[in-house]
């Protein structure tokens, strides 16, 4: 199983360009979740979706658009980069539930971004 | 919200046990406890997990307070791989919602 997959792995933006992180599971995960993690700093959830067609915000959402169109994949779109929105960002997928009925989360390996 | 509060930093001489704690004060009835390490450069990855009674894997152990306010993490015999992040997590809110929030978590420090 590939579990939860996450590209790029790496990107370099320029202030203002917009891009698309792309998350895909093969778990048939129903809940799925964007976090972001600063150097030296803790996770803090942007985007989460309990299923297909809803999706909710987290902790710090502004400045990113998510859809949820199909089970499998999460899409976390940057509007207009800026440098504040350098990170590294995680994917996450869990059964439906989460958490709160014991289900474990599965995270990507996370994709590095850096704007200049 | 349920919140937890955890120690920034601990650290351990290997082969030793280590005892992290988390308070949790604000959980809910149904809510879960849920441990979870990240080493340097990945992702977080499963520790366990519990909803009232003490809990045991291959991993680590899990022991929560009667009143469930508290937990702690126990690692037997600490090695250098475990030196990681740990985050004690609980679901954010009345039961329904799915804010996972995993807060600031303990860095773990194994000393050779």
């Known amino acids: 199983n590939a579990g939860v997959t996450q590209t790029p792995k790496f990107q370099v933006l320029k202030t203002g360009q917009s891009m698309t992180l792309q998350c895909a599971q093969d778990?048939?995960?129903?809940?799925m979740s964007w976090y972001r993690q600063d150097p030296g700093m803790g996770l803090r959830l942007i985007h989460y979706?309990?299923?297909?067609?809803?999706?909710d915000q987290g902790e710090v959402p502004n400045g990113y658009n998510v859809s949820r169109s199909t089970t499998e994949d999460f899409p976390l779109r940057l509007l207009s980069a800026a440098p504040s929105q350098t990170s590294v960002y995680f994917c996450?997928?869990?059964?439906?539930?989460?958490?709160?009925?014991?289900?474990?989360?599965?995270f990507g390996e996370g994709s590095w971004l850096t704007v200049v | 919200d349920a919140k937890t509060t955890q120690p920034n930093s601990m650290e351990s001489n290997e082969e030793e046990p280590v005892h992290l704690p988390c308070n949790h004060s604000t959980i809910s009835g149904t809510d879960y406890i849920h441990w979870y390490r990240q080493l340097p450069s990945q992702g977080p990855e499963y520790v366990i997990h519990g909803l009232t009674s003490n809990v045991n894997n291959r991993m680590a152990s899990l022991a929560i307070a009667e009143d469930r306010k508290s937990s702690t993490l126990i690692l037997h015999r600490a090695t250098l791989r475990d030196a990681a992040v740990y985050y004690c997590i609980l679901r954010d809110g009345a039961s329904g919602t799915y804010k996972y929030i995993f807060g600031t978590g303990t860095r773990l420090k194994v000393l050779a």
């Open positions: 778990m048939n995960h129903e809940y």
């Open positions: 996450a997928s869990s059964p439906t539930g989460g958490l709160g009925s014991g289900n474990t989360i599965y």
């Open positions: 979706s309990v299923g297909a067609g809803i999706t």
